[in-house]
């Protein structure tokens, strides 16, 4: 072979020896740039829902209000009974926010650097081996990381932030007859031992508002757009597969029109509260009640995982405490 | 330490700084490690982009430095011909080359006039065979998309399988620094590989094959080198052994040791050679021009002049027989009008490289003769950021213009059209409206309306025309697609 290929570079040439050798070039292009197979679909491994853990709190539900963010915060955690009840010594700690936006955080299309820092650093002084801090965006994802002003702080702040990995979506193994079919779900957003979902509050074209239930959708890969379609049933089966330890939903701006991703200071509001929960359900009743002074049975989505049994919506019944520093 | 040892070192350095400044040419930029510079070095690019003030500055400074050192450019710097260096510096092992002093052609000159004064015309060919955007080009859209694709792929198959720490390790390392978190696409990579590749099949023959008979550029830069201060002195030298010319690879060095300098670009192989008499670079007085007036023969001669006018003149109107007078493709924010647009874009692909959600892709002759490989954004491979302005930045000539942030948020590049018998809402009642979510105007460009379609009465998207931009977003993210065509279409304006 080597021989052969030396008697050929090394030869006169003549026409039909150069052809040869362009042949031969060409068609070794064209080998190797043979479209690779696409692998971005979901694997063939399945991934288990997420047993989550059985926490009792002091209150099923507690509002802070105030100005202080890390103050805040901590208060909110401390009503709830401390940190030591969602972290343990060791565990690795999921801490989901949304910074699916290109947006800087006074638009309030992405939930508040300031308080996820703040609760990152709670849990690595709660013990935590290590907390993820991901999100799957909908815009590019450098630009949203950075723009968001949430991987600057939460780094700044121990976190690991990250970019999603394609290879860690695993198809769920989603419940037979699911509508969700076997949608790919990160992994690490199930192989961890507490997933905190921190939600900021803003309206939503076709969920009319957007809290901790439809957060959730940023550990769905795939194509996500599909997930619109019957949104109120594939989301109440993404919370039943997550199962989130605790939610806070980020109500100190809130963004009251052209949701989710605004873009005019004059839909923000400020509302300088905190809602923290380990009810997804109860919290966004709350935060709709609350916030945005709507009727939570008018949410569909809401209303649809209530009717599933995922969580309480009924707020008058549930013991809540509200606090302003 | 011998001069072609230097040289080869040097080269590679350079070659591997520019290939870094390629790779790296993303989001965020780097202020000072920026590829842009080197496009705006070619005296060619102040030409293509009728002499745009940096760009002259840039390309009059490497036309001093030619006049002072001679083609070093070509020689030391040029990425082209450091491949055609290291391919025939491999080739060296099979077989020898040996030259015998042809005639240098003057075909080239001919060549660079003609696509200069077609470029005024407003028909631009410069970037063909401009080897700076040749090479840039092939080492975007293929060898850049598909090492970055090979290598993603490849750790997707080693991740997948729990490979322990070390792994990991280098995963994390490379992630988002040599990979890119994903798939990186281009239309019509394989042609663009083909045209930077086969040039190269030519170094069987001759060393310097393009650089002697075609290369624009250097025919730019030997119009200088001509009276270069550095200038090969051969002492006194007349022993005919003539090894010098056997070695120069650019046939600089005539049988009878006389000198053709704007040939020669100073790869100094011609002093390392065992001679008797060492030849020598020294600074020499500009004007003393040594015999060779006929280095390339006869001068302009009827037929030539006849042959190469006829060839300017039939490429001309062919680009008016193929030429699209409406813009039909949508082409980033900021670039200028269709025509004028055609004419200054060099064809480096830093836009289409540089944009962060893989949107911008070449073109082939969808836009016309005169348009092959401009960009235009792709909604299938990606949609236009709203916040970003990175293209305008990148481009070396501004035929996208460098626009704020805020007024490109209002620069129009197209207008959405709903597809009502493909989006769900409007043929199935199905509610939807992941268009009117991701819409990135303030106010939402896509708006809702209460339809009843069988029966139930849902939300549907339609279109506020004065507010869209034209970003692609809705198109690309639309869920909705029949025989790859989506719910929602931007059409160019």
């Known amino acids: ?325 | 330490m011998k001069i072609k040892t230097i040289k080869r070192i040097t080269q590679s350095f350079i070659f591997v700084l520019i290939c870094l400044a390629f790779w790296y040419l993303r989001y965020p930029l780097s202020d000072w490690f920026n590829p842009v510079y080197f496009f705006q070095l070619s005296p060619l690019a102040a030409a293509a982009s009728f002499f745009l003030k940096p760009v002259i500055l840039i390309s009059a400074g490497l036309i001093i430095f030619t006049f002072i050192f001679g083609r070093v450019f070509c020689g030391w710097i040029c990425p082209y011909g450091t491949i055609m260096d290291a391919i025939s510096f491999f080739l060296k092992f099979f077989r020898k080359y040996k030259e015998n002093y042809p005639k240098p052609l003057k075909s080239k000159y001919f060549l660079l006039a003609v696509l200069i004064i077609l470029s005024f015309f407003g028909f631009q060919l410069i970037y063909l065979f401009e080897p700076v955007t040749v090479f840039a080009r092939a080492f975007y859209f293929t060898l850049y998309s598909l090492k970055n694709n090979l290598l993603t792929d490849l750790f997707y198959k080693l991740m997948s399988a729990d490979p322990g720490a070390v792994v990991e390790g280098i995963y994390s390392v490379f992630k988002s620094s040599i990979i890119e978190n994903r798939h990186v696409v281009f239309n019509n990579s394989l042609i663009t590989f083909i045209f930077f590749a086969l040039p190269l099949f030519f170094v069987f023959f001759k060393r310097r094959f393009w650089c002697r008979y075609i290369c624009p550029l250097g025919t730019c830069l030997a119009a200088v080198a001509k009276f270069s201060l550095l200038k090969r002195n051969s002492g006194i030298c007349s022993s005919g052994c003539s090894g010098c010319v056997s070695q120069c690879r650019m046939n600089a060095i005539k049988k009878d040791n006389s000198y053709v300098p704007q040939e020669c670009i100073v790869c100094g192989e011609c002093i390392d050679i065992p001679c008797g008499k060492k030849s020598k670079f020294t600074f020499s007085f500009p004007f003393k021009i040594q015999s060779e007036k006929n280095a390339y023969g006869a001068g302009v001669t009827r037929k030539d002049f006849i042959l190469w006018s006829a060839a300017a003149v039939t490429l001309f109107f062919s680009k008016k027989i193929f030429a699209k007078e409406q813009r039909n493709v949508i082409r980033p924010p900021g670039s200028l009008e269709e025509d004028l647009f055609k004419q200054k874009c060099i064809r480096c692909g830093n836009c289409i490289k540089v944009c962060v959600t893989n949107g911008l892709q070449p073109v082939l002759f969808e836009t016309g003769l005169d348009g092959v490989w401009t960009p235009k954004l792709d909604a299938n491979t990606g949609y236009c950021e709203y916040e970003c302005v990175l293209c305008g930045e990148v481009c070396p000539t501004q035929a996208i213009e460098k626009l704020s942030e805020s007024l490109k948020k209002e620069t129009k590049i197209g207008i959405a059209k709903i597809q009502k018998d493909i989006c769900v809402p409007w043929r199935d009642g199905l509610e939807c409206l992941v268009c009117e979510e991701h819409c990135p105007v303030a106010s939402k460009a896509i708006k809702l309306q209460k339809i009843t379609v069988n029966g139930n009465e849902i939300q549907a998207p339609y279109i506020e025309e004065e507010l869209c931009v034209g970003c692609s977003i809705c198109e690309n993210k639309c869920p909705a697609s029949n025989n790859n065509k989506k719910g929602i279409l931007i059409e160019p304006i």
Not at chain 1, 18 to 34: G, P, R, Y
Not at chain 1, 80 to 109: C, H, S
Not at chain 1, 161 to 187: C, H, I, K, Q, T
Not at chain 1, 209 to 235: A, E, P, Y
Request: overall charge positive; proline content about 4%.
């Open chain 1, 1 to 325: 072979m080597i021989k052969k290929i030396t008697k050929l570079l090394s030869q006169n040439y003549t026409r039909k020896s150069f052809l040869k050798i362009f042949a031969a070039a060409l068609s070794a292009v064209l080998f190797s740039t043979l479209k690779t197979k696409k692998i971005f679909a979901a694997g063939t491994k399945k991934i288990n829902p997420r047993p989550g853990r059985k926490i009792s709190t002091n209150y099923d539900l507690v509002s802070v209000q105030g100005d202080n963010i890390p103050l805040m915060a901590k208060k909110l955690i401390d009503e709830l009974g401390g940190i030591q009840k969602f972290v343990k010594k060791g565990d690795i700690v999921v801490v989901k926010p949304n910074m699916g936006w290109n947006r800087t955080p006074e638009y309030a299309a992405n939930t508040n650097p300031e308080l996820v820092a703040a609760v990152v650093k709670i849990c690595l002084d709660a013990g935590a081996k290590r907390v993820n801090v991901f999100d799957n965006t909908c815009n590019e994802e450098k630009m949203c990381y950075k723009n968001s002003g949430v991987e600057q702080a939460a780094k700044k702040a121990g976190a690991n932030v990250y970019f999603m990995d394609s290879f860690r979506y695993l198809s769920g193994n989603f419940p037979e007859g699911s509508s969700m079919d076997d949608y790919p779900v990160y992994a690490d957003a199930v192989n961890c031992d507490c997933f905190i979902n921190m939600p900021i509050a803003k309206t939503h074209g076709l969920a009319k508002l957007t809290f901790s239930i439809k957060n959730l959708m940023g550990v769905c890969g795939g194509n996500r757009s599909t997930m619109h379609w019957n949104i109120d049933k594939k989301l109440a089966e993404v919370l039943a597969f997550i199962k989130p330890d605790l939610n806070i939903i980020d109500g100190y701006r809130i963004l009251t029109a052209n949701g989710p991703r605004g873009g005019n200071l004059s839909d923000v509001k400020k509302m300088s509260t905190f809602i923290a929960s380990t009810d997804a359900v109860l919290a966004d009743a709350y935060a709709t009640k609350h916030l945005f002074d709507m009727n939570p049975k008018d949410i569909s989505h809401i209303n649809f995982a209530a009717e599933k049994g995922l969580g309480n919506i009924n707020i008058n019944s549930a013991k809540i405490k509200k606090i302003k520093i």
